[in-house]
T-cell receptor, first 112, second 112 residues
Framework: KQEVTQIPAALSVPEGENLVLNCSFT??????LQWFRQDPGKGLTSLLL?????REQTSGRLNASLDKSSGRSTLYIAASQPGDSATYLCAALSGNTGKLIFGQGTTLQVKP | NAGVTQTPKFQVLKTGQSMTLQCAQD?????MSWYRQDPGMGLRLIHYSVGAGITDQGEVPNGYNVSRSTTEDFPLRLLSAAPSQTSVYFCASRGTSGYEQYFGPGTRLTVT
């Protein structure tokens, strides 16, 4: 059974810092891995999608990497801003069941 | 494109009442799903559909019914609401190119 874990559960950093959010999964048979952002009381916004054949994807200040062999993905945020404060969720699309399995999320606070 | 839309945004029910949460997408996606999000539990799959006329159970299907008569719509029915169904409900759809998931804004349901 696929399990997705995100560490840390919460993170607080000063503005301008570069940071890394971690996501690990137990079953390497995945179609893709997707990173989402969720603001309080809001829905999920897709940030980056990495296919199983890819190693990384970039969008602006965000870079996501995928290492299937070790069951890990990281989301790198460069030059963090207070507007980046949100909960970040990773989700792995299982290659066996076709179901999307979510981690518990990392709640990020960027202080001015 | 409106993407994935959900109605209502908020709903309060009394125990035993029934209701239908509406979900629609205009991206011609075959795959649609319903999740519930609870503190400490993350997002859990309730039901999903791989196309019109085809539905299946997810991780937490008890107390919920679904049907899929059209590609666009995927309503979720609560048969007899219980306080344990107090949650935020998200509908999602998935494209066939890369299998990226798109989420609606959510319905916040309280059962008293």
């Amino acid at each position: 059974k696929q399990e997705v874990t995100q560490i840390p559960a919460a993170l607080s950093v000063p503005e301008g810092e570069n940071l890394v959010l971690n996501c690990s999964f137990t079953d390497s048979a995945i179609y893709n891995l997707q990173w989402f952002r969720q603001d309080p009381g809001k829905g999920l916004t897709s940030l980056l999608l990495i296919q199983s054949s890819q190693r990384e994807q970039t969008s602006g200040r965000l870079n996501a990497s995928l290492d299937k062999s070790s069951g890990r993905s990281t989301l790198y945020i460069a030059a963090s801003q207070p507007g980046d404060s949100a909960t970040y969720l990773c989700a792995a699309l299982s290659g066996n069941t076709g179901k999307l399995i979510f981690g518990q999320g990392t709640t990020l606070q960027v202080k001015p | 494109n409106a993407g994935v839309t959900q109605t209502p945004k908020f709903q309060v029910l009394k125990t035993g009442q029934s209701m239908t949460l509406q979900c629609a997408q205009d991206m011609n996606h075959e795959y649609m799903s319903w999740y519930r999000q609870d503190p400490g539990m993350g997002l859990r799959l309730i039901h999903y559909s791989v196309g019109a006329g085809i539905t299946d159970q997810g991780e937490v299907p008890n107390g919920y019914n679904v049907s899929r008569s059209t590609t666009e719509d995927f309503p979720l029915r609560l048969l007899s609401a219980a306080p344990s169904q107090t949650s935020v409900y998200f509908c999602a759809s998935r494209g066939t190119s890369g299998y990226e998931q798109y989420f609606g804004p959510g319905t916040r349901l309280t059962v008293t």
